[in-house]
């Protein structure tokens, strides 16, 4: 544990232990987008390797654990993905300009504001022309298989390094992403995705997703994807009493809007 | 030897179950045949369909078959959940200021803003609207985000040319 503690981390724009990396993205000195979370993982889980550590039971790993958190706050999606929200909402950049710099910039804040406008008659107009690829899982975030590219990652992708980081024996490598040997997450949030498209707007229970005879692996796989697109805003669940099933369906989009 | 009729029976195959849109001369290539027959064959394909339910359409520098616009309410109600969710207007701002400024940093593009833009660019690379394209040489060197055909698919335009112009909106500010 010593070892794992004193270890020196080699990361892009950083060199230090884990800890300061955690106090460092605490006190916003380095950007967690900025940190590539699948190299510490590594160096972490070869130096647990090379000294023969049992990783489930050491707190680097829970420093880890806390960065990924942060990091997957970060990059959670934010409301205005599914609807128009205000720009208020968004930070306002504290620089102060020159009034000369601040007219012209104005000038061209108008005229983007504008053309999105136009931008948005041609995303309606198309959203009437439907393909049939639309009538599938048009619009999920493709998922990245390999660790090495985790600072890429959605959140969902730190769940899947999660669950790969609990059960990760000391003799397996790190680098897949694999729920399991056959499948993906990416693949069965689509399977869930048509399965309930295929109700064409009736629910679906949700012990017909997460079949009892599953394995454990695949009833986790099966409750991250349904997670994951409720995330997305792309099906609703309602439980009428407390461990009653719960039903899925697929969301209707609101006014109708393409 | 395929004749013109068969191509063209090919052709609506293809386009009807490719998930993307298809390059004339991918199909050529395939079919061993000239690229100007493919697209002669294109143009009675897309003869034919008019008046029918499904039109070809020229998108992202390929081809692709789509219902037509006016059947789009029986369609969704038919299937349901068919309607896609609407990008915010500010990542519809964004994504306007990569497509017209491409490639383009984020500081760049927060300096047109105004405003802090991580979560929109974050949100249009989810959906594959944008890419990274590059680093800035430039201290930092910043990331470059640029276009991707699947934005000129989502807008329903064959080439980036076919954006409307910025230029129109000069005279009104």
């Not at chain 1, 136009?118 to 639309?134: F, G, H, I, M, P």
């Not at chain 2, 191509?7 to 045949?33: Q, R």
């Amino acid at each position: 544990m010593k070892i794992l503690s004193a270890l020196k981390l080699k990361l892009a724009g950083f060199v230090g232990r884990l800890e300061e990396l955690v106090s460092a993205v605490k006190t916003h000195v380095m950007d967690i987008l900025d940190v590539r979370l699948g190299d510490a993982a590594r160096q972490l889980a070869d130096a647990a390797r090379t000294g023969g550590h049992d990783t489930m039971r050491f707190t680097p790993f829970l420093s880890l654990a806390r960065l990924m958190f942060i990091k997957s706050r970060n990059l959670l999606p934010g409301q205005d993905q599914f609807e128009d929200t205000d720009l208020e909402a968004e930070e306002v950049q504290p620089e102060e300009e020159p009034t000369e710099v601040r007219e012209r910039l104005k000038k061209q804040q108008h005229r983007f504001q504008e053309v999105a406008l136009r931008l948005r008659v041609l995303e309606e107009t198309n959203a009437t022309k439907l393909r049939s690829r639309r009538t599938r899982s048009e619009g999920l975030p493709e998922f990245i298989d390999e660790i090495s590219f985790l600072e890429q990652a959605t959140p969902f992708d730190l769940m899947q390094t999660m669950i790969q980081l609990l059960r990760m024996k000391p003799e397996e490598r790190l680098y897949r992403v694999r729920v399991d040997d056959a499948k993906l997450l990416s693949m069965r949030i689509s399977e869930v995705f048509d399965f309930l498209l295929a109700r064409r707007g009736e629910p679906a229970l949700y012990s017909e997703i997460v079949s009892a005879e599953a394995r454990r692996e695949e009833k986790a796989l099966s409750f991250l994807a349904v997670l994951f697109l409720l995330n997305q805003g792309r099906i609703t669940a309602e439980q009428s009493a407390p461990y009653a099933d719960i039903e899925i369906r697929v969301r209707q989009a609101e006014g109708g809007a393409g | 030897m395929l004749t013109i009729d068969e191509i063209t029976n090919v052709i609506e195959g293809i386009l009807f179950l490719s998930p993307t849109p298809v390059k004339i001369d991918d199909i050529a290539e395939h079919l061993n045949v000239d690229a100007s027959l493919v697209g002669e064959a294109m143009e009675r394909l897309r003869a034919r369909s008019e008046g029918g339910g499904l039109e070809v359409l020229k998108t992202a520098g390929g081809w692709e078959m789509a219902t037509r616009s006016e059947y789009v309410e029986h369609l969704r109600a038919f299937f349901g959940g068919l309607d896609r969710s609407r990008l915010s207007r500010a990542s519809l701002e964004t994504m306007a200021i990569i497509a017209y400024q491409q490639p383009v940093t984020r500081g760049a593009i927060e300096a047109l803003r105004g405003v802090n833009s991580a979560g929109t660019i974050k949100s249009l690379l989810d959906k594959g609207l944008i890419r990274i394209s590059g680093r800035e040489d430039a201290p930092g060197r910043p990331f470059l985000f640029s276009t991707t055909p699947d934005f000129l698919s989502y807008l329903g335009l064959d080439k980036l040319a076919d954006l409307p112009p910025l230029e129109t909106y000069d005279s009104k500010v």
